[in-house]
């Protein structure tokens, strides 16, 4: 965000400046390249010296982001490019995704303030990740969450350690000379001087470099939506089935207790209304609390209905969790989306999206 979408390093310099003129010290522009990128207790605390009082030394961080706040929504201005190159992104078709390790306060300020909001389907913030950049980290969980391969993704960079960060999760990257000049950010696949000069058809010509990379896959990465049924709980083989999915390689990215009501019974198995067996299927699943569970990985809903086997568990092939765990036709231990359509729609009965999570 910092320095790609909005230069805010000049709202912050400019509310230190309102923040310390009103209390008589002056605050130039080498004084802001000095303590650029320090907290702001380090920097009033090299400002003002040893000898202030707590009350003024909150007293000035409080105005200082009083007033940045107030230079933000009045002024804040989109970086050159940004906002056309937002826009025809989106309009062909790509997701987009904001990374910043900037708190996730300043993040909604800044993209409400530029009504950029909409355009983002993801967003990541400092609060987010467990490691800064050069740590891949952010953009590998940004890929996770938009459902895409990291070969399949461009990240747009100002500074040298994102530019690390972008390689390290072997995204092509394209840098911006806003903060930095070209030689530091050399180690990205393109670099300009403004995003004027970046379009689709460049992104589309980065990414199709990644097409033939041997490490690439062609599996679509997939969620799913996994129930330990009632027979399974009761006999305690939650734990051994999420283990069976944990084996081939799936990831947990969502996990609850619940005690399935009759509405939500309904409407989870509303392909099978009216069937014979319906009202006993209701009744079934919600005779006891359940684990609901989001796996995710390659190609996860066929590989969890391969997993569990056939419906009912005296059909099912040997080694299958139905085989294995499974009673009778109701009472088969588990159950698994059959299509990414009702997977979509199953998780969002399950899950709220704040309870989803991605790389760890
Ligand atoms: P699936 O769970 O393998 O996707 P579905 O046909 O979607 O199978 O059926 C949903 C669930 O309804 C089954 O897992 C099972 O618990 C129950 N069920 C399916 N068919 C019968 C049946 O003939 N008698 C009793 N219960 C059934
Ligand atoms: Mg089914």
């Known amino acids: 965000m910092d320095g790609v979408i909005v230069d805010s390093a000049l709202y912050h310099m400019r509310s230190w400046q309102e923040t310390y003129r009103s209390t008589g010290i002056t605050f130039t522009e080498q004084d802001f390249k000095h ?12 400002v003002l010296g040893k000898d202030f009082t707590d009350e003024k030394f909150k007293a000035i961080a409080q105005a200082k982001e009083v007033a940045f706040r107030q230079l933000i929504r009045s002024y804040v201005k989109p970086l050159p490019g940004v906002i056309k190159l937002l826009d025809t992104v989106d309009a062909a078709g790509f997701l987009q995704a904001l990374v910043s390790s900037t708190p996730v306060e300043n993040i909604d300020l800044i993209i ?22 050069p740590s891949p980290q952010g953009y590998l969980l940004a890929a ?6 990291p070969a399949d993704c461009v990240v747009i960079e ?9 390689r390290g999760g072997r995204m092509k990257c394209i840098a911006v000379t806003n903060t930095h000049p ?8 393109m670099v300009v001087s403004s995003l004027e000069m970046v379009n ?3 992104i589309e010509r980065l990414l199709t470099q990644n097409s033939g990379l041997a490490e690439r896959s062609h599996m679509p990465i997939e969620k799913s ?10 006999r305690r083989l939650a734990g051994a089935i999420i283990n069976r999915f944990e084996q ?11 005690h399935m009501d009759a509405t939500l019974a309904r409407r989870h198995y509303a392909v099978h209304e009216g069937k014979p067996f319906f009202d006993g299927l209701v009744k079934y699943i919600t005779s006891t609390p359940i684990v609901a569970i989001i796996f995710e990985g390659e190609n996860a809903i066929e590989l969890i209905r391969r997993t569990m086997g056939a419906t009912d568990p005296a059909k099912a092939e040997k080694g299958t969790i139905r085989a294995d765990f499974g009673v009778d036709i109701q009472n088969n231990a588990v159950h698994g989306s059959d299509s990414p359509e009702n997977a979509a729609k199953e998780i969002a009965l399950f899950f709220k999206k704040g309870e989803i999570y991605g790389v760890y």
């Open 182 to 189: 070209a030689e530091r950010l050399a180690a990205a696949d």
């Open 248 to 258: 081939r390689g799936l990831t947990v990215v969502g996990m609850k207790l619940i």
């Open 158 to 166: 100002d500074a040298v350690a994102g530019v690390e960060a972008a």
């Open 35 to 46: 303590v650029f990128g320090m907290r702001n207790d380090e920097i009033i605390r090299l």
């Open 144 to 149: 996770h969450r938009l459902g895409v391969h």
């Open 225 to 234: 939506l996994v129930l330990v049924k009632p027979d399974a709980m009761k």
């Open 112 to 133: 409400d303030s530029l009504g950029v909001r909409r355009h983002f389907r993801e967003i990541i913030s400092g609060y987010d990740v467990t490691e800064g950049k």
């Open 200 to 202: 689709v058809g460049i």
